[in-house]
T-cell receptor, first 113, second 114 residues
């Protein structure tokens, strides 16, 4: 068990481009969460999956954002037509049940120039 | 909605000093409370947790007690070390919300000088 892994660790993109991030949760963890963290702030909830079903989306998740978790394994977060305000650290976390510890990946740092 | 408020930082201490980082919360249900730590270049790690009122979470010399009457979960350590330098986040998880997502405070940067 290697923990939660995220790829890439860093991404620099030009405004208007699309980007996709990947999260591989701990195996057998059926709950997967995406958070966004801006400089000097705590992580903010974006969306949540139970197995392959996306059960909740924050109002922070505009129409330009989409997340998937095919087959209930890895997850992807795509941002279309990136804006400078999308620059942040995107964190993924997984847990076995809602009462167990959530484990976080190291995050993907996105810079939109 | 749920919210967490932490004391403003950054906090700078000398080695072996006493540490307190204040945390208060607002929740509609009966939340579980957590402290997470983020070392430079690393992901968030769970430091300690408490799941009901009057529970005390402890780990690596850090302690925090779930105080329902004051809606607080202050983090303390009797003698900090240089290796404790990191950002500390207070968080809550409320089973009344879908998926028991975590709601975080803004974080407190701790620097411990030798």
């Amino acid at each position: 068990d290697t923990g939660v892994s995220q790829d890439p660790r860093h991404k620099i993109t030009k405004r208007g481009q699309n980007v996709t991030f990947r999260c591989d949760p701990i195996s057998e963890h059926n709950r997967l969460y995406w958070y966004r963290q801006t400089l000097g702030q705590g992580p903010e909830f974006l969306t949540y999956f139970q197995n392959e079903a996306q059960l909740e989306k924050s109002r922070l998740l505009s129409d330009r954002f989409s997340a998937e978790r095919p087959k209930g394994s890895f997850s992807t977060l795509e941002i279309q037509r990136t804006e400078q305000g999308d620059s942040a650290m995107y964190l993924c976390a997984s847990r076995y049940t809602e009462n167990t510890e959530a484990f976080f990946g190291q995050g993907t740092r996105l810079t939109v120039v | 909605g749920d919210s967490v408020t932490q004391m403003e930082g950054p906090v700078t201490l000398s080695e072996e000093a006493f540490l307190t980082i204040n945390c208060t919360y607002t929740a509609t249900g009966y939340p579980s409370l957590f402290w997470y730590v983020q070392y430079p270049g690393e992901g968030l790690q769970l430091l300690l947790k408490a799941t009901k009122a009057d529970d005390k979470g402890s780990n690596k010399g850090f302690e925090a007690t779930y105080r329902k009457e004051t809606t607080s979960f202050h983090l303390e350590k009797g003698s900090v070390q240089v290796s404790d330098s990191a950002v500390y986040f207070c968080a809550l998880s409320d089973q009344e919300t879908s998926g028991s997502r975590l709601t975080f405070g803004e974080g407190t940067q701790l620097t411990v000088n030798p």
